[in-house]
């Protein structure tokens, strides 16, 4: 079996994990946790939509 | 005489930043390496444990699944030496894979690539969660 992501779902599942880790792993208290961990998705996520649009800049 | 006195409290203040080297101490992060998040399972920290174990697993079994490139332990090229720390750092997952020679040995497609990302990281984040295994035994952390 062969698993095919697009780019934009392979980078969104790589956020939700790494921000899971994260959140749990980097704060004490599980409200600092959950906060922490949507914290990092958003970064995430916010990164892959802001070098989306450098690398479009760059095409052009 | 006020030397030898502020060495003894020197030394007095690292005997206290010390932590204590317990059982538990040792236990946790070996156990959290070797399955991920079961250091934090073996400490009563259930919902921790199981996030983690779920996060990690899941990213190395996509890892997989995506035809990642499994690095291997004599690979020469620095490159490949830091990608076998990486994966490496799965534990269990990683022991398994070589066991069962799962993986791809070269990136055959585009997204491929992404599953040898997904295989490291998972390892990485994997140490992360055994070093918080660790400060959670000693104290650290609650």
């Known amino acids: ?60 | 005489m006020a030397n030898s006195s502020s060495g003894k409290k020197s030394s007095e203040a690292t005997e206290a930043a010390t932590p204590p080297l317990t059982t538990m101490a040792v236990l946790a992060p070996a156990v959290g390496w070797l399955i991920p998040g079961a250091g934090h399972l073996i400490q009563k920290r259930w919902t921790r444990g199981v996030l983690l174990l779920g996060s990690i697993a899941t990213m190395f079994v996509l890892g997989l699944l995506m035809q990642g490139h499994v690095y291997q332990p004599n690979g020469g090229d620095i490159l490949d030496m830091l990608g076998f720390v990486g994966d490496v750092g799965a534990g269990g997952l990683y022991i398994l894979t070589q066991v069962m020679n799962w993986g791809a040995g070269a990136i055959s497609h585009a997204t491929a690539d992404y599953g040898t990302k997904y295989l490291i990281v998972a390892g990485l984040l994997n140490f992360i969660s055994a070093a918080d295994a660790y400060h959670i035994a000693v104290g650290k952390k609650p």
């Open chain 1, 1 to 60: 079996m062969i698993l095919t992501l697009s780019h934009f779902s392979a980078a969104v599942l790589f956020a939700v994990f790494a921000s899971v880790v994260f959140g749990i792993t980097q704060r004490s208290t599980s409200r600092e946790q959950f906060r922490y961990g949507l914290y990092c998705f958003a970064m995430f996520v916010g990164g892959v939509f802001v070098a989306g649009w450098v690398m479009w800049f760059l095409r052009r």
